[in-house]
């Protein structure tokens, strides 16, 4: 698992852009890193290191825990088996705040929590379209909204995910520059995407009256 | 509740990208869709096996050993393995009774974690 963010993270690690990473070193539609089909490793994993691992994404700062939210808010953790290979230290010993706080979770927590505000308003917009509607295409023509495309397993299943693709033409058409710190980028991404939602948004129309998906918390 | 028409003005293509882009973030976040509950977002970082994460189950199994031997098996009914697999919250608890009364609770599993 890898957000956009962390892929802007670890590419600016490796002084590439997400672009090339994408290519390089993700899978699933740009979504999982890439692992090496004969020994199943993580493409960053050498004999030694992470070669990512200042910039890792929060799946890998969480191991050996795993942690899933309920629809409140309420975090759950798991622990898992330590894997055959793995040096790094595995006990009991401590708490699971102090694990986070050593592993620097907050702000990927954070920022997960406001992708998470975006995902529930597209889950909110896709409800509102009815998967047997008729739409708008291109052509002038109709087809059903489920339609789809096809891609490559490689190729991201969306270009909000290359960061830095989706901001170089965001900027470009608002006259601004890009932004250089990795928090800031992370900050105009998701402001443009917000910005995106608002503008399927208008064109929609207003939501009806106690639809799905529409409730922010 | 009916799905409303998509105005004339929102295009499929941008549909399909809202739809692809929502698919993404469901996988690269972990975010799950509870639609039966308002559009909750519930976030999941597991850091699973490839192997496991990569297939979906087929079947699953209670086995019984002594020692190394094997002594039983028998399958999970299926839609008891579907479920266990897909919600994060079920569980298999095996319990010993004896005339009705619970004698002694073995464990719970979860299906997810």
């Given at each position: ?35 090496g ?7 960053f994993?050498?004999e030694?290191a992470?070669?990512?691992?200042p ?8 191991y050996?825990?795993?942690r ?5 808010g309420e975090?759950?953790f ?9 040096e ?14 050593a592993?620097?979770v ?13 995902y529930?308003?597209m889950?909110?917009l ?7 509607g008729r ?6 023509g ?10 490559s397993?490689?190729d991201?299943?969306?270009?909000w995910q290359?960061?830095d693709?989706?901001l170089?033409?965001y ?12 928090d ?10 917000q910005e995106?939602l ?5 064109r ?7 639809s ?6 | ?22 698919a ?9 869709h509870?639609?039966q509950v308002?559009?909750?977002?519930q976030?999941?970082?597991l ?6 994460t990569?297939h ?12 190394n031997?094997?002594l039983?098996s028998?399958a ?16 298999v608890e095996?319990?010993?009774?004896r ?7 073995l464990?719970?599993?979860q299906?997810?974690?």
């Amino acid at each position: 698992m890898a957000g956009p963010h962390e892929i802007l993270g670890m590419s600016r690690l490796l002084g590439i852009g997400t672009t090339e990473f994408l290519a390089k070193y993700t899978d699933n539609g740009g979504t999982t890193l890439r692992f090496g089909e004969e020994d199943g490793r993580c493409v960053f994993v050498t004999e030694s290191a992470c070669r990512v691992h200042p910039r890792r994404p929060l799946v890998c700062r969480l191991y050996p825990l795993g942690r899933a939210t309920d629809g409140t808010g309420e975090e759950r953790f798991a622990r898992f088996p330590k894997q055959e290979g793995c040096e790094a230290e595995y006990g009991t010993d401590g708490t699971i705040a102090d694990f986070l706080a050593a592993q620097g979770v907050a702000p990927y927590l954070e920022w997960s929590l406001r992708y998470g505000e975006v995902y529930r308003r597209m889950l909110g917009l896709l409800d509102r379209i009815g998967v047997e509607g008729r739409v708008e295409t291109e052509d002038g023509g109709e087809a059903g909204a489920a339609g789809s495309h096809p891609v490559s397993d490689r190729d991201p299943l969306s270009s909000w995910q290359d960061i830095d693709a989706s901001l170089s033409a965001y900027c470009a058409a608002k006259g601004i520059a890009v932004p250089a710190g990795i928090d800031e980028a992370i900050d105009l991404h998701l402001a443009a995407m917000q910005e995106w939602l608002d503008g399927l948004e208008a064109r929609m129309g207003a939501a009806p009256e106690g639809s799905e998906g529409e409730e922010k918390t | 509740m009916g799905k409303q028409e998509v105005g004339r003005t929102v295009s499929r293509r941008e549909i399909i990208k809202l739809a692809g882009t929502a698919a993404a973030f469901c996988t690269s976040f972990g975010f799950l869709h509870g639609s039966q509950v308002g559009g909750a977002v519930q976030d999941k970082h597991l850091q699973q096996d490839k192997h496991i994460t990569q297939h979906k189950w087929e079947r699953a199994e209670i086995k019984w050993y002594s020692g190394n031997a094997l002594l039983h098996s028998s399958a999970i009914p299926a839609k008891v393995a579907k479920h266990l697999e897909s919600d994060v919250n079920a569980t298999v608890e095996v319990k010993l009774f004896r005339s009705g009364q619970m004698l002694r609770n073995l464990g719970t599993i979860q299906g997810k974690h």
